[in-house]
């Protein structure tokens, strides 16, 4: 019902730049919190930055002053502006989507990811 695709990644030398974008669509009510998140060959899932419904946002202390997210309500979409890449930043990001679903005379809460998208930095 609903769906979360995303693009924008690709191969990068260090210090320059990439955005990435998670567009949402399906049977959407509101949506709350979108985030971007990165998983590193090795290690776990982390929180790279977050925007509420309300333009707050919220950055992992490694990419502040380097990556800026926003959101396009009217579009149920989600941008990452990475900056000055470096090599440690190459991971898979995902987005991830906090919404209300409406289905038929139902509303309910629920949290969906998107398919991943590869950055490599290159040093």
């Known amino acids: 019902q609903v769906q979360l695709v995303e693009s924008g990644g690709g191969l990068v030398q260090a210090g320059g730049s990439l955005r990435l974008s998670c567009a949402a669509s399906?049977?959407?009510?509101?949506?709350?919190?979108m985030a971007w998140y990165r998983q590193a060959p090795g290690k776990q899932r982390e929180l790279v930055a977050a925007?509420?419904?309300?333009?707050?946002?919220n950055y992992a202390d490694s990419v502040k002053g380097r990556f800026t997210i926003s959101r396009d309500n009217a579009k149920n979409t989600v941008y990452l502006q990475m900056n000055s890449l470096k090599p440690e930043d190459t991971a898979v990001y995902y987005c991830?989507?906090?919404?209300?679903?409406?289905?038929?005379?139902?509303?309910?809460?629920?949290?969906?990811w998107g398919q991943g998208t590869q950055v490599t930095v290159s040093s």
């Open positions: 991830n989507v906090d919404l209300v679903v409406k289905s038929r005379n139902t509303y309910y809460s629920t949290s969906r």
């Open positions: 925007i509420t419904s309300g333009g707050t946002t």
């Open positions: 399906g049977s959407i009510f509101s949506i709350n919190v």
